[in-house]
Structures are given as C-alpha cells and as structure tokens.
C-alpha cells in the first residue's frame, strides 16, 4: 500500500525536449582543418586512422518560404523527394553513359541463359568471383579501406584486393573512391552524387548513367589526391576497360560461354 502510494504521490516525468541539428551547428560544418574535406593535412601514414568524412547540411539550404518543396516520397523512407531528376529522356549522353548502360543491359539479358548454362563448374566459379570481387574487392578495398581507411594493409595485398575490386565492372578505384566520398561528405543532399531527393531510382541506379551530373554537383576527383599520386591507381583508371574484357576472355578459354554467364554476368548482379 504504501509503494502504491509513492507511485501515486509521484509526479510525472518531465519531457525532455528533443535536441534538434541545425545547418549553422558547429558539428555539422566542414573542418577547415581537413584536406578537401576528408583528410588531414600531410601524409596518411603520419595518422593511426583517417579522418571520418564530416558532412555539411549547409550545401542543403532550406528553401527561403521555410518549408521544402516535395515531388512525393520514398516507401518506406522519410526522405523528401524534392524533384525527380530525368536521366533518360531530355539530356545529351556522352560515351561513358551510353557505355555503363549497354553493360547493364547485356548482363540483364545474359541472365537469361544461366538456365541453360547450369552446370556445378561454373557456379563455383561464380561464388568463387563473388567472394574475391565483391567481398575482397568492393567491400574490403573500395569501401573501408581505401574510402575511409579504415585500416592498413601491405601495399602489395592494397594493390591486390584494389585489383580484385576493379573486376567487379563498378569503376576503378580513383572515380569508386571519389565518389562515396563525396556521397558521406555531402550525405542526402542536393550535392550528394547519388542523393535520393531526386527519387528512389536516381539514388539506386540512375545517376550510374549520368557522369556529368556527378561533375557538375562534386566538381573534379580533387577528394582522392592519397590515391592520386600513386601510379598504380593511375595505371588502373586510364586502362580500366581492358582489365573486364581480358577476365572475360580468360573465363571463355577455361570454360567457354557457361563461364562468362555465371562468372562475368550473374556474380555482378548479386
């Protein structure tokens, strides 16, 4: 009776009001103190660990009436589309656009024969591309160690996992690298290169085919100089096309056109 009481006696909790970010918030503007916006002054190796991207909401202004203009949403999302970009109709596509989209498609349509083409050889050949390009390649390399540097590795296995990563058909290292940069720096807004107020499909896949778009909102690869400077990476940008065509024909010599289904096309739809 006398804990009822207490509970009873008791005064409500007081509603602890929310802590709202601001673009004028200190923590939410681009340090100075950084190169470019991502890493320190001077040389990496002089870092335990690189500096984390710092994004800045102020490349985001809020509209001068005080409220966003919306063009809809995303399911399941509380993103405000604020217009949706037209990438397929209505602009000038250059080479690289009308490249990256044949690619797309014919893997898309090579897909159809995996069927047909079945056999255990080329699966694991597969899961085998899967597991050195996409996991090695793209999520170890591409993604935390050379974006973020999240670590360090030999320069010797850097250069093999980058390697693998360049074989996933997802760009060399230096524009993969630029780009996800700029995407943390730049995270959700109208200068993000794959920013999903300009809808769902622009954010998921359309901005792949339109490159100067990405040049016009992020300007030149000036966020990637660590990378720049080593010819190794500059070797693999200016050659980048004929690495995929020789694993292609290497897969068709090992085991002819079943191994380039599953091999070069099904691992990158994954």
């Known amino acids: 009776m006398a804990a009822a009481a207490l509970l009873v006696a008791a005064p409500p909790p007081s509603k ?28 990496l190796s002089n870092t335990k ?15 001068e009436n005080g409220k ?13 589309v604020r217009r949706r970009r037209s990438v397929y109709w209505g602009r000038e596509w250059n080479s690289l656009d009308v490249a990256t989209l044949g690619v797309v498609v014919v893997m898309h349509l090579l897909c159809f024969w995996a069927p047909l083409t079945f056999n255990r050889n080329a699966v694991m050949v597969a899961l085998g591309l899967y597991i050195m390009t996409g996991l090695f390649g793209i999520t170890l390399s591409f993604h935390r160690n050379l974006s973020h540097r999240s670590f360090k590795l030999p320069k010797w296995l850097e250069y093999f996992f980058a390697y693998c990563g360049v074989q996933a058909l997802q760009g060399n290292p230096i524009d993969w690298v630029s780009t996800h940069r700029y995407h943390h720096q730049f995270c959700d807004s109208e200068k993000d290169p794959h920013s999903p107020v300009e809808g769902f499909w622009f954010s998921h896949m359309s901005w792949l085919f339109d490159t100067k778009a990405i040049a016009q909102r992020c300007g030149e690869t000036s966020n990637v100089g660590d990378l720049d400077k080593q010819p190794f990476y500059k070797f693999l940008q200016t050659t980048y096309v004929f690495h995929p065509i020789a694993l292609g024909a290497l897969l068709y010599a090992l085991g002819g056109f079943p191994y380039i289904v599953w091999g070069m096309v099904s691992v990158n739809l994954v």
């Open 16 to 43: 602890a009001k929310p802590f709202q970010f601001t673009p004028n918030s200190p923590k939410f503007t681009q340090n100075k103190n950084l190169k470019n916006g991502f890493f320190p002054k001077g040389k």
């Open 49 to 63: 660990r690189a500096a984390a991207p710092i994004a800045s909401l102020s490349a985001n202004p809020p509209p």
């Open 68 to 80: 966003a203009s919306r063009s809809g949403g995303i399911w399941l999302s509380d993103v405000a």
